[in-house]
């Protein structure tokens, strides 16, 4: 019995050892939650047996105990890193089997597909409206993240907003005089860039003539491209009048767009409509205080954020933004009863409970932290008084079965 009970021992310091030297060996690990042996005495009592002097039977392994807590941020340079600060998992996905994970190094495969350094795709929500940066999120079901890695889609200019004072002292002009060509015709102009339905950029000039004390016309020009010969062709607005009262303030204001046809790369027409809410007929200086359009050309992918919420915006060589996805995440009831599968992944249990996802940051789900990675929660300090422990306990046991076999001996010896 005593043999018994020593090698009981044994086996439990050998078990404790292991699981250590495990701890410490990923201790550089990302994502890497470290583990804990847990033990049970052994004790035997027959049927009718008297407890109080029962002795037991030695010590057993219970259980390895996983332990979630947080593992310190290690901050990276790369954008594609993900941490997180809380609760939950990242959800993997392999030919259809869904994996979980704490380790959050990502990168982009050929396909565009956000992958980690296994191949398997993370797992997150669609844009409900990917041209909007104010969308929701299709929480109902997930799918792999994937990044836009063509050009962004270019818009047309549809309104123009233009703010400006027109000096209430200049001299009034002929409007059946006006003419692009002649700067005399007209009183005032400006320029800005407008946008066509295919992204080409085009010139924009107005023009702006004073037709009575208080009235105004404004003229809008589009280029166009050149002719066969060189020479540059635009696209004329009809005149949009401008009225003010005695104070300077604005009294009309067009209401309908006008639209310009023709366009020489057989873009679709240009409906634009022109704001001048905000212009002012003061004694000063002409002057332009704002102006501005809608439009934007096609862009190329420079970059990749992911905010706290798990949300991935497109950056694009056109100064806009869109919106891919979000990173969905996962939890369970019991995370210790996931199954280690080996590689950061852990598997679905019966013993782990339901699987709740849901965007980062709602209900009891930690945040993202992007450009980092969670660290593993092993203190080197405490696993080396850990390895010491089970050292000593290992020397015990076994000096319990050296005794053993001393007793037995003298016995064996009686004559």
Known sequence: MPFNIGLSGL?????DLQTTGNNVSNAGTTGFKRSRAEFGD?????????SQTATGGGSRLLDVSQQFSQGRMEFTE???????????????SDEGGNYYTRAGEFQVDRDGY??????QRLQGFEPDDPGSTDTGFNTGASDDLRLQTGASTPQATSEIEALVN?????????????????????????????????????????????TGSQEWNAHARISNGTDDDGNPQFLDSDPIPLEFNGSGQLTSDPEEPFTFTGLFNDADPLEINFDFAGTTQYGGDFAVNDLGQNGFASGRLTGVDIDSSGVVFARFTNGQSSVLGQVAMANFRNPQGLEQLGNNL???????GDRTLDAPGSGNLGEIQAGALEASNVDI???LVNLITAQRNFQANAQTISTADQVTQTIINIR
Do not use: C, H
């Open 42 to 50: 052994v004790f035997a009592q027959s049927f009718g047996g008297v």
């Open 78 to 92: 790369n954008g594609l890193d993900l941490a997180i600060d809380g609760e939950g998992f990242f959800m993997v």
């Open 114 to 119: 956000l992958v980690n350094n296994q191949g």
């Open 346 to 352: 852990w598997a679905e249990t019966f013993a782990a």
């Open 381 to 383: 300090a405490q696993e």
């Open 166 to 210: 027109l000096q209430s002292d200049a001299p009034v002009l002929d409007p059946d005089d006006f003419d692009f060509e002649e700067p005399e015709s007209y009183n005032f102009s400006t320029s800005l860039t407008v946008y066509d339905s295919l992204g080409t950029a085009r010139d924009a000039q107005i023009y702006f003539q004073k």
């Open 11 to 15: 086996n439990s310091a050998q078990a």
